[in-house]
């Protein structure tokens, strides 16, 4: 059975960091790209990053420019979204997602929210 696990998330402090991991299992992330999405309360679901497995490509929503990072470790079957410089705003669940490659670019994936497969959510709380 397919499936996305996320971890990492949690309670920081503004300006802190946090790493999020979305593993796999049933089935190999090669050929997909993988998003990173949030969703706040009251808010509707958005795209924060995209990567594909194949060229390592991204995608990065402007609120989140330089201060986080989308990696790949295809041999670990896992995708990771370092967050640094955290702000109150970021606080959100964090899902992770994933659809085969296709015509669509990256970004339009992310922005499209083109995904089949989503994990579950992992909390992420940027409170002093």
């Known amino acids: 059975q397919s499936q996305l696990v996320e971890s990492g998330g949690g309670l920081v402090q503004p300006g802190g960091s946090l790493r999020l991991s979305c593993a796999a299992s049933?089935?190999?992330?090669?050929?997909?790209?993988i998003g990173w999405f949030r969703q706040a309360p009251g808010k509707e679901r958005e795209g924060v990053s995209c990567?594909?497995?194949?060229?390592?490509?991204?995608y990065y929503a402007d609120s989140v420019k330089g201060r986080f990072t989308i990696s790949r470790d295809n041999a670990k079957n896992t995708v990771y979204l370092q967050m640094n410089s955290l702000k109150p705003e970021d606080t959100a669940v964090y899902y992770c997602?994933?659809?085969?490659?296709?015509?669509?670019?990256?970004?339009?994936?992310?922005?499209?929210?083109?995904?089949?497969?989503w994990g579950q959510g992992t909390q992420v709380t940027v409170s002093s």
């Open positions: 997602a994933a659809a085969r490659i296709s015509i669509w670019s990256v970004q339009a994936m992310c922005l499209r929210k083109i995904f089949a497969s």
């Open positions: 049933g089935f190999t992330l090669d050929y997909y790209v």
């Open positions: 990567i594909s497995s194949s060229d390592g490509s991204t």
